[in-house]
């Protein structure tokens, strides 16, 4: 495959085009916004957790951005979905990147973990888990 | 009436002059349609660098020996050559800075914290670059002075109608624009803003960031007090700008930064400032960038000022004519009479970074982001959009694999 058919392969395309847990979700137990303003892109990321507490019942993401950006958001709600909170908090970025599986280069590896970032952004507000690892390495993210 | 014609402009010919193009991006050849962010150097200006430094190199004004001297004609022989290039009366009026966001913010600072305080307001416009915007916004909120802007219109051009509404009854302290628009390409009409300006009081100030690599400007006609810019969007180095500034205002000035060279003398009471330009050159100066800007010069002049603008008004035309063949392209700015080679435009329902991304792989090289004009992307209701921009090196050849990316583009997210 070459370069180009690596980073739009199908999946990518497939989550960019149809991507899962999109919307808003209303009275969410959680929720954080990130934004990238090298590109513009806006993520808001929204939680629900079961009746543990701790659970993650659903995840929906609403926002603008790249293929990237959005496709591996997509992914993300289908990966952190029946997981805890701190086990998802704890979650290195590599496990999504692998899931996402194609070379990026380091201005796309920001729209690649905006969706994660923030997501735990979001976890920590609501459930006071660790902020990610490495935060200062995203500095270019301005996340509320 | 006399017609002064210049002769065309071959950009087959002078892309030769630039080693750039000589390698392939993904295999192929580079369409380099990003010269607004910064332009490519051609080999006279790198090999007068290599060259300054292997032969004449040391700082400036400071040795009595040969090498100094060297240094020091051929910084100074740059700043007659910036003055030529603008028309100003004097080289005393041309200050070397890093760049024009540098110069922008130098008369800002040293001219806005004196000159500015509760009642006046700085006004700005819509188009403007941050690096016109924001120190003024800044600067008006330090000095408790009113920061307002000039808006536009769905072309993109500035809506003179509108100044004296904005002004109302305030004392206007300070216009600032840019002579060309470096997100949309538009040329805004200085002469008048000037004209404006000067009839409530205020000073103009000029980003001519956009302006100077592609268009002649004659400070003695163009009507503003101070106008940036910088080398290295016009085939010179990075770290080079210039900084006129009508010569009354650079003598009231206080200095910008403070340190050698900006000295006349020192005292523990009090010291005293060198005469300009020198009283804003603080420190040891870009000497071998400052010397490569002169060569640029060169380099522009002799290709003709008048040409480069007569060959990106082409491009413009011809890349808003291809553009127009796809539907799913929306295009911004104003119609090509009134714009450099600039096009700024947007894929509909794609991310401006997957346009550019696909169009790498395609070897086209194009600008994706909000341009460092958020302000006017709002305008736009967009987050960001994708920008071509053309130069003396820039041919039609490269427009049409634009478009061919695009219809890519197109196929692959849309």
Known sequence: ?144 | MAVTTHPKLDAHRLRADFPVFEQPIHGKPLAFLDSAVTSQKPRQVLDAMREFYATSYSNVHRGVYTLSERATEGYEGAREKVRAFLNAASTREVIFVRQATEGLNLVAYAWGLDNLGPGDVAIVTELEHHSNFVPWQQIARRTGADFRMLPIDDRGELRMELLDDVAGDANVKVVAANLVSNSLGTINPIERLAAWAHERGAIMVVDAAQAAPHKRIDVQTLGADFVAFSSHKMCGPTGAGVLWGRRELLEEMSPFNYGGSMIRSVRVEDTQWNELPYKFEAGTPAIAEAYGLGIAIDYLEAVGLEAIEQHEHELAEYALERLAELPFVTVYGPPPERRVGLVSFNVDGVHPHDVAQVLDWEGVAIRAGHHCCQPLMTRLGVAATNRASFYLYTVPEEIDRLVEGLRKVKEVLG
Do not use: W
């Open chain 1, 1 to 144: 495959m070459s370069e180009f058919d690596q980073l739009y392969r199908e999946v990518i395309l497939d989550h960019y085009k149809n991507p899962r847990g999109h919307g808003v979700m209303e009275n969410a137990d959680a929720e954080a916004e990130g934004q990238n303003p090298l590109c513009g892109d806006e993520v808001s990321i929204y939680v629900a957790f079961g009746e543990d507490g701790d659970t993650i019942d659903d995840v929906m993401f609403s926002g603008r951005g790249c293929a990237i950006s959005q496709a591996a958001t997509s992914m993300l709600t289908e990966m952190v979905k029946g997981r805890r909170a701190s086990e998802v908090a704890a979650m290195p970025k590599e496990e999504l990147l692998e899931e996402i599986g194609i070379p990026l280069t380091p201005v796309r590896l920001k729209c690649a973990i905006l969706g994660l970032t923030t997501l735990r952004l979001a976890l920590h507000k609501g459930k006071g888990t660790p902020l990610p690892e490495g935060l200062a390495e995203l500095e270019d993210l301005e996340l509320t």
